[in-house]
């Protein structure tokens, strides 16, 4: 059971243009193989859960000396992840010079694990000739011989060698994408290869390692429209669950301690946010199939470390509204400012004013953002350039509906 790698290239590639913005704040994923009775087995394979002995790791993949932070689920950073990331990712320490690259570390296998799939990303980017290269590590524990867990370690720039000896051989799994601005090679290999707790998988030499972990035994993320995202069409995000609670209650507890302050449980973060009959949660385009890539998408949600912050991830489409995160000081009455999880379908319409793109920061001038939802499945949302919010506050010309 695997994610569509080649649907997270594509948000990568879509993200690279941003790539430096992206790595100062905080930043991506995958050719799938699956068996036809995936969309279905979280519910018929239950049973076989009695087979996993948990926990399943007991070592940090990067050591402890050599990242600073862990970046919490459901952490956002348009266009390239407008909705709450479904990943972990470790930050990597820097190296001490005057531009503080990030530093080459070591990634380790967290448990006993059997490797499945090997994927190598390639992009170059003409315009700038920068460069992005990774493999990422899909691996299930051995103590879950039925297979129903499943981890990803990505931005691996270069394999250990003796996992690089026991892959062999990729290039006849190899595809190149091209774009005016991009040039794309991706290429995957299923394999069977064990590995054992604290063995070396790779080196990596990028600001994040991101660790992705799914549990198939049951469903652990409900959304508004759960048919959207179920399956390799909706990246098996009702499965993502935080890596960090398959670790023993030592190694967790530590770990725990670099996610940096997020003010309620759980601390891992949380990558669905979706309330059902209220504005709250991710929309998408009305000819938007899936989940996919997330550059015209548009979250409602809360800070993922500071809860008590909502925020605007408006992806490419929402007209005269740059790519962003729009933040505001929330009220718990009217209709201004007014919470998201208190919007509902009242034919009333919502204005947010005095927005920043960081919590605390400057305002934007001349930036106000409406929103009605109109039925529980369908969002209104337009931008005008005005201060401030008026007592009766009307839509204009070019407004855009959004929908679960």
């Known amino acids: 059971m695997k994610r ?10 879509l993200g690279l243009l941003l790539i430096a913005a992206f790595i100062a704040c905080d930043d991506s994923d995958s050719d799938t193989s699956s068996s036809s009775s995936d969309d279905s087995s979280s519910s018929d394979d239950s049973s076989s859960s009695t087979s996993c002995e948990e926990p399943f790791f007991s070592i940090s993949p990067v050591a402890l000396d050599d990242f600073f932070h862990i970046v919490s689920l459901g952490t956002v950073g348009p266009p390239a992840h407008t909705l709450p990331l479904d ?3 470790f930050s990597v320490r ?17 448990g006993d694990i059997t490797i499945t799939h090997i994927d190598f990303l390639e992009v170059l980017e003409i315009s700038t000739s920068a460069e992005l290269r990774y493999y990422t590590v899909t691996f299930v524990p051995q103590s879950c011989t039925s297979h129903q867990v499943e981890g990803e370690l990505a931005e691996i720039v270069t394999l250990s060698q003796e996992l690089a000896d026991q892959v062999g051989f990729m290039g006849d799994s190899c595809e190149t994408h091209e774009s005016p601005s991009i040039i794309s090679s991706s290429c995957g290999k299923e394999v069977n290869i064990e590995f054992s707790a604290g063995e070396l998988l790779g080196v990596s030499g990028y600001a994040h390692i991101y660790f992705t972990f799914h549990d198939f035994r049951s469903v652990q993320n409900v959304y508004a429209n759960q048919a959207r995202y179920e399956g390799d069409a909706g990246n098996y995000l009702p499965n993502i669950v935080c890596p960090v609670d398959y670790f023993d209650s030592e190694t967790k507890e530590i770990l725990e301690g670099f996610f940096g302050g997020r003010t309620v449980a759980p601390v891992c973060g949380q990558v669905e946010q979706d309330i059902a009959g ?3 949660g991710n929309w998408f385009p009305t000819d938007h199939s899936g989940v996919g890539a997330q550059d015209t998408l548009l979250a409602l949600i809360h800070d993922s470390i500071d809860p008590a912050n909502p925020v605007f991830s408006v992806g490419t489409s929402v007209t005269g509204l740059p790519t962003n995160t729009y933040y505001f000081e929330p009220s718990s009455s009217g209709t201004i400012n007014r919470d998201f999880s208190e919007i509902t379908v009242d034919g009333d319409i919502y204005c947010f004013e005095s927005l920043s793109t960081t919590i605390g920061g400057s305002s934007e001038s001349s930036t106000i953002i409406l929103v009605q939802l109109v039925d529980d499945d369908t969002l209104r949302i337009e931008k005008q350039a005005t201060e401030s919010c008026s007592n009766t506050p009307s839509f204009g010309s070019s407004y855009v509906e959004f929908v679960r």
Not at 5 to 10: C, L, V
Not at 99 to 105: G, K, L, R
Request: net charge negative; hydrophobic share 40%.
């Open 278 to 280: 209220t504005a709250q």
């Open 87 to 89: 990943h972990i990712g």
């Open 94 to 110: 820097r190296e001490e010079t005057e531009i503080a690259d990030p530093a080459s570390v070591n990634v380790y296998a967290p």
């Open 4 to 13: 569509n790698r080649w649907t997270g290239f594509s948000i990568i590639i």
